[in-house]
């Protein structure tokens, strides 16, 4: 007797084992519905959605259907599997949007909405919400200031704003002398360019908010250095940042709104509110290291990487970047506001690390563990910006 509930058991076990398998395997589906987000726009009916299977970081295959005359579509008997990833895209008057990416390890069967609009050539619902410089460092041997320049825009209509008569979308005046320009990912900047000082992107932008992230260096002599910021388009704010206490700001029309405090790091700010279009403001940073001596404050090197990283995530996620030229839907205002924070605490994060390891409170070893946590973070913070919550 009890050998023969010995075998059921073994029998029920391997069946129950061998059906969790089935399950895990169970073919995914994803369906969903297009809208046209213009009132009074076109249908939708009869476009196509590409949906794009990555295995791990690597295009596996596409497929594609044709919307229904409600704007429905589906793709059906999808691998689930940890590594499988998919992005629908679709093409509406010229321009690509794209959802974000969408797993089905967890759940085999999900939904996605995606929504088009018309275009437009009229800027006027393009604005600049607001502009933060920070004074993330100086290099004194390379007699450079390291800059992170971030750009809050917003296309508050309901059209996607495809630039001007020569295809321009965003003018973003650099200061002068501006050199190693990267724009970070995370924005589509079409084609950009530099002209005259001014960076120009050419990638369409839909309705919504969102970030634009730079960094570049801007040369000094001495201990001093100058920024003439100019402003191209309506903006709400224009800010200037530097951590208190380290190096000092000055200027003759932003005012010194005092300090905020970011992840227990103060920062000075001088600020403008509703800066005149095709002004220039100056501010003079003073208190830097001389030029031609090796060393800087612990500052810099921090937000540097910080910038940098963001670089390195770009190359990692190139696959998938150079297939998604828009995401949907655009960040909401109050998330870019969240994320412009986060950059700056996980930078300020950094800087206190780096601090503690130069007073000796840090072992190397706990030095190094807390380092690569706070860049997994950025790492996270970027790759949620895109969608790609979940990626490898």
């Known amino acids: ?13 391997l069946l129950a084992v061998t059906w969790s398998s089935l399950q895990a395997q169970e073919a995914g589906t994803i369906s969903g519905r297009v809208q046209n987000g213009t009132p009074g726009g076109g249908s939708v009916a009869g476009l196509t959605v590409t949906l794009r299977h990555f ?41 690509e949007y794209v959802s974000p990416m969408v797993q089905l390890n967890q759940q085999p069967q999900q939904t996605v909405e995606l929504t088009v609009y018309e275009t437009t050539n009229d800027a006027n619902a393009v604005r600049v919400n607001s502009r933060s410089i920070v004074i993330a460092g100086a290099s004194p041997e390379l007699r450079a200031v390291d800059v992170m320049d971030i750009v809050i825009v917003e296309n508050g209509g309901d059209r996607t704003y495809l630039g001007d008569t020569n ?8 200061p002068q002398g501006a050199q190693e320009i990267s724009p970070q990912p995370g ?65 003759r029309s932003l005012i010194d709104t005092g300090t905020v405090e970011v992840s227990g790091v103060t920062y000075r700010v001088l600020a403008v509110d509703a800066p005149v279009v095709g002004d220039t403001h100056v501010v003079q940073v003073s208190g830097l290291p001389r030029t031609g001596f090796l060393l800087d404050l612990p500052l810099g090197p921090s937000i540097a990487i910080a910038v940098g990283l963001l670089g ?6 190139l696959a998938f970047l150079a ?11 109050d998330e870019g506001d969240r994320v412009s924070d986060e950059r700056l605490q996980l930078a300020a994060e950094l800087n ?41």
């Not at 206190?352 to 913070?381: F, V």
């Open 312 to 317: 390195v995530i770009a190359a990692s996620t």
């Open 323 to 333: 297939l998604r030229r828009r995401r949907s839907p655009a960040v909401s205002p």
């Open 187 to 251: 924005f589509d900047y079409g084609q950009p360019r530099l002209e005259n000082g001014v960076l120009l992107t050419t990638g369409p932008l839909p309705p919504g908010q969102q970030t634009v992230v730079l960094s570049y260096t801007v040369p000094y002599e001495g201990t001093r250095a100058t920024l003439s910021i100019g402003t191209a388009m309506p903006t709400g704010t224009l800010r200037v940042l530097v951590r208190d206490g380290t190096y000092r700001l000055s200027s």
């Open 55 to 95: 295995t791990g970081m690597q295009l596996a295959e596409e497929r594609q259907a044709q919307v229904g005359q409600d704007g429905s579509f589906a793709f059906e008997g999808l691998a689930t599997g940890d590594q499988d990833a998919y992005l629908l895209v679709v093409r509406y008057a010229g321009v």
């Open 167 to 174: 295809g321009i979308v965003l003018r973003i005046p650099l």
């Open 1 to 13: 007797m009890r050998l023969r509930h010995a075998v059921f058991f073994c029998v029920f076990a």
């Open 352 to 392: 206190r690390l780096d601090e503690a390891r130069a007073a000796g409170e840090l072992d190397e070893a706990e030095y190094t563990a807390r380092r690569s946590a706070i860049l997994r973070q950025l790492r996270e913070l970027v790759l949620r910006e895109k969608g790609l919550e979940g990626g490898p």
